[in-house]
């Protein structure tokens, strides 16, 4: 089940995101990480620093690419340019799989530099699908789409989210990068069993899975990347990989981000929800 | 609009309709309260625009709920900007700098997918509202222009250098056409703005880091007081040797030639034009070699198209 062809038949194991603030403890001490997640657009440069830190790490470690800007549900057409300068990033690091968000974050040339939420209509589906197609022929390499946390609903929505993650996924053939913290901020923002969103979504396309720590206010949890990861996400990782199968995953710390030991510590407990998955049977 | 390689087609009209009303709403400016302004767009209510595409929920409005998206618009953007002109903040203060930048992402809202474009068009923007700055508009917008010149400089594309002896190649001086590598900016300053910007930038770094480095998006410790610099005319270079970025005090006549040759003139008439200049100067002859020297130690010279 871990690998699968939407990861390109790979079994990595847990990995945790490239940070500036980790550069030089990694290139000096080398540590043992299984694999680095790259936010692709930190690294879709001509020349520079950027580009010389990526070619040190990737002498030493398996690297995935994970993108913030593709939006594949806006309606504004394709960046071509932007998809020339992805692709020259998959050559440069042989990424077995790239994922994206399943949202939209432009509209008429206009850039909000966010991942924003999409109605969940049949009509919205159809168009993500045909721009993840058109994405995965241009840059030859699987794509996976992950699902974002949200905070606003909309009248338009004909389905549940996961019911618009399925069709989008089944349309495109796509694959599945199942942010399970996500999950987890929607459903308290939205009133939702997070369990009916994992029982769901089509195991057998999950690629890999995000874990992340998040932010509890009043009345809304927002998903800040800058806590370990909580109880509650730990429990709905333990199921996604009961029904996915232990899969790639990687500890997302984006801010008030701790040492390099600390966040790995952090990310290596997945490892054992995994193992103890490996020597248990599962209950049907 | 014109990087857009196609037009939505019929179904995405609907999502369209509902992605340009979202975004009309997350992308004004907040109130002085840091709340979404009560009034929409087109002036109705920002509470019932808001209501037409938007659920509520058990706790939060339809309102409500877009703001969330309005303030983590405008706080990741003006996080932006702050981090990318630490100089400009320093000459004008932090309130007129939040200021100015509301107003510049509100004319000027974000074009591009990185945010490292994001104050592409800041220097146009002090150029025609230069009110934002008075009453220290020379020196605030020789400081923008050297810290967009620094992105630039950071990241920006390099193409094979010519070294010194690949230069002439044989070819004739009156037909020879150089190019400069395009992450090098000349800058013809009325202020000593390198030596301003490198005293802000190591005031608000943490320690240990390098002086004149950039170390992408990190997060700054505060910027502490600076003293404004005094009026000296100064010409700039700013350039990248081994991935770090260096800003290069260079003469008035390597500066004509250097904007010469970038204007496409051949390197005879380019270096003519310093000659007239110094010609008094017996040793002219010799310091033009020692720049050229090393201009091309620096990797500056490329072959023009």
């Given at each position: 089940m871990p690998a699968n062809r939407f990861n390109n038949f790979t079994n990595y194991g847990i990995g945790i995101g490239l940070r500036v603030p980790h550069y030089q403890h990694i290139l000096s001490r080398k540590p043992a990480v299984d694999w680095f997640e790259i936010i692709s657009e930190n690294f879709m440069v001509?020349?520079?620093?950027?580009?010389?830190?990526?070619?040190?790490?990737?002498?030493?470690?398996r690297v995935v690419q994970h993108g913030v800007a593709m939006y594949l549900g806006s309606t504004d057409g394709l960046d071509r340019e932007h998809l020339r300068k992805l692709k020259r990033l998959v050559k440069r690091t042989n990424t077995p799989w790239l994922s994206d968000h399943l949202c939209w974050g432009s509209v008429d040339g206009r850039y909000t530099h966010d991942l924003l939420p999409l109605p969940y209509t049949f009509a919205a589906a159809a168009h993500v699908a045909q721009r993840i197609r058109e994405v995965r022929d241009f840059l030859e390499v699987p794509i996976l789409v992950e699902n974002v946390s949200s905070y606003a609903e909309f009248h338009a929505s004909e389905m549940t989210e996961w019911e618009f993650l399925g069709e989008v996924v089944e349309k495109a053939d796509a694959g599945i990068l199942l942010d399970v913290n996500n999950i987890?901020?929607?459903?308290?923002?939205h009133n939702f069993n997070p369990c009916d969103y994992l029982e769901y979504i089509p195991h057998h396309r999950v690629g890999q899975i995000h874990i992340?720590?998040?932010?509890?206010?009043?009345?809304?949890?927002?998903?800040?990347?800058?806590?370990?990861?909580?109880?509650?996400?730990?429990?709905?990782?333990?199921?996604?990989?009961?029904?996915?199968?232990?899969?790639?995953?990687?500890?997302?710390?984006?801010?008030?981000?701790?040492?390099?030991?600390?966040?790995?510590r952090e990310a290596l407990k997945a490892a054992k929800f995994c193992k103890d998955l490996l020597h248990e049977p599962v209950v049907a | 609009m014109s990087r857009l390689s196609r037009k939505p087609a019929g179904p995405g009209k609907a999502?369209?309709?509902?992605?340009?009303?979202?975004?009309?709403?997350?992308?004004?400016?907040?109130?002085?309260?840091?709340?979404?302004?009560?009034?929409?767009?087109?002036?109705q209510s920002a509470r019932k625009a808001a209501a037409a595409f938007i659920k509520p929920n058990d706790r939060l409005s339809s309102f409500e709920r877009l703001e969330i998206y309005n303030k983590q618009y405008w706080f990741r953007l003006l996080d932006c900007l702050y981090e990318d002109f630490p100089g400009l903040r320093t000459v004008i203060g932090e309130k007129r700098f939040h200021d100015l930048s509301v107003a510049y992402l509100t004319k000027y809202p974000s074009n591009s997918h990185a945010l490292r474009d994001l104050g592409n068009r800041?220097?146009?923007?002090l150029r025609n509202e230069p009110e934002w700055v008075a009453p220290h508009e020379t020196l605030a917008r020789d400081i923008v222009r050297l810290e967009w010149a620094h992105i630039v400089a950071f990241d920006g594309e390099a193409l094979p250098p010519l070294e010194i002896d690949a230069l002439l190649d044989g070819r004739d001086p009156a037909r020879l056409r150089l190019a400069f590598q395009p992450y090098i900016t000349f800058l013809d300053c009325d202020y000593p703005v390198d030596n301003f910007i490198l005293a802000v930038r190591r005031r608000g770094e943490p320690k240990g880091e390098a002086s004149n480095a950039v170390d992408d998006r990190r997060k700054s410790t505060r910027t502490k007081k600076v003293s404004r610099p005094r009026p000296e005319k100064i010409i700039l270079a700013v350039h990248r040797v081994e991935n770090s970025v260096w800003y290069k005090r260079l003469e008035p006549?390597?500066?004509?030639?250097?904007?010469?040759l970038q204007k496409g003139l051949p390197l005879q008439a380019a270096c003519e034009r310093a000659f007239r200049r110094r010609k008094a100067d017996e040793n002219f002859g010799a310091t033009l070699q020692n720049w050229f020297a090393q201009w091309a130690s620096f990797g500056w010279f490329c072959r023009a198209e």
């Open positions: 001509d020349a520079g620093r950027p580009l010389r830190v990526l070619d040190q790490i990737l002498e030493q470690y987890y901020v929607s459903s308290q923002n992340a720590g998040h932010s509890k206010f009043e009345k809304y949890i927002l998903d800040t990347h800058d806590h370990p990861v909580l109880d509650p996400v730990w429990k709905m990782y333990a199921r996604a990989i009961e029904l996915a199968g232990p899969t790639a995953t990687l500890l997302e710390w984006d801010d008030r981000i701790p040492t390099f030991d600390e966040v790995h | 999502l369209r309709a509902i992605q340009r009303a979202f975004a009309a709403g997350i992308m004004r400016p907040l109130t002085a309260a840091r709340r979404m302004e009560p009034k929409w767009v087109d002036g800041l220097e146009k923007f006549e390597a500066y004509l030639i250097c904007s010469a």
